[in-house]
């Protein structure tokens, strides 16, 4: 048998320092193939031939309101924000523009979508709704308990939802509804239910019969289990 090894040739470009600063901190490709990249210095575009930079400017003027950059971020429907410490900003691509929404509370961190005209948004700290079409922040949709919960990151895939909390919990939801809170060892260990198995790994479910309360058989052995 032969082995076929495919060579992947990698092209680097050095990026100024002056444009983005010397860390750069977020990087992000929009729908048409370019690339963003953020610093502590602003903003640098780069579609292949060539740079555009973004600098701290009049934010009433559709400038950029803020250098330190957070994150960069593409929307499900093609749209770019940007997390910066004085807020959030979308790029208007047509004018060549942002508009800038002041924050809710602290620094934007993390931004991801949930429908078309909603984000979900971690400001200082605490879970916001964006509304992308009114511009304004909100915590009326968010279920009860995450209102207030102390939060540091999420990660979204389709209609799944994982959100880590800085007391070291983990928060997993589906299509707008908690499954579980919990430690990632009891969210491993005693999943929920069935989705939240299956959300943290198909090694999670194997096929077996409860024999009675506490007692589970497979693979032709019985075992002693906690429920």
């Known amino acids: 048998n032969m082995l076929n090894i495919a060579v992947l040739a990698f092209l680097f470009n050095s990026i100024p320092i002056e444009t983005t600063g010397a860390t750069i901190t977020t990087i992000c490709q929009d729908e048409t193939g370019t690339m963003w990249f953020g610093g502590q210095n602003g903003i640098t575009r780069y579609d292949g031939c060539r740079y555009m930079t973004f600098h701290q400017g009049g934010k009433d003027n559709g400038g950029l309101p803020d250098i330190n950059i957070q994150k960069i971020f593409r929307d499900d429907w093609g749209k770019v924000w940007i997390c910066h410490l004085s807020g ?49 922040f909100s915590k009326e949709l968010l279920p009860r308990n995450l209102a207030d919960m102390p939060a540091w990151s999420f990660y979204k ?28 060892i009891e969210i491993y260990n005693e999943p929920a239910n069935r989705y939240v198995a299956k959300f943290i790994g198909e090694s999670n479910i194997i096929d077996g019969i409860m024999k009675k309360d506490y007692l589970v058989s497979f693979d032709d052995k019985e075992f002693a289990c906690n429920d």
């Open 88 to 136: 959030l900003s979308l790029y208007d691509e047509k004018q060549g523009k942002f508009v800038n929404i002041q924050s809710p509370e602290g620094v934007i961190t993390d931004i991801t979508s949930l429908s078309e005209n909603q984000l979900l948004v971690l400001a200082g700290g605490h879970l916001w709704i964006f509304d992308s079409d009114r511009k304004i």
């Open 157 to 184: 895939k389709g209609s799944n939802l994982m959100i880590g909390c800085t007391d070291g919990r983990i928060v997993v939801m589906n299509n707008g509804y908690i499954q579980q809170i919990g430690t990632p």
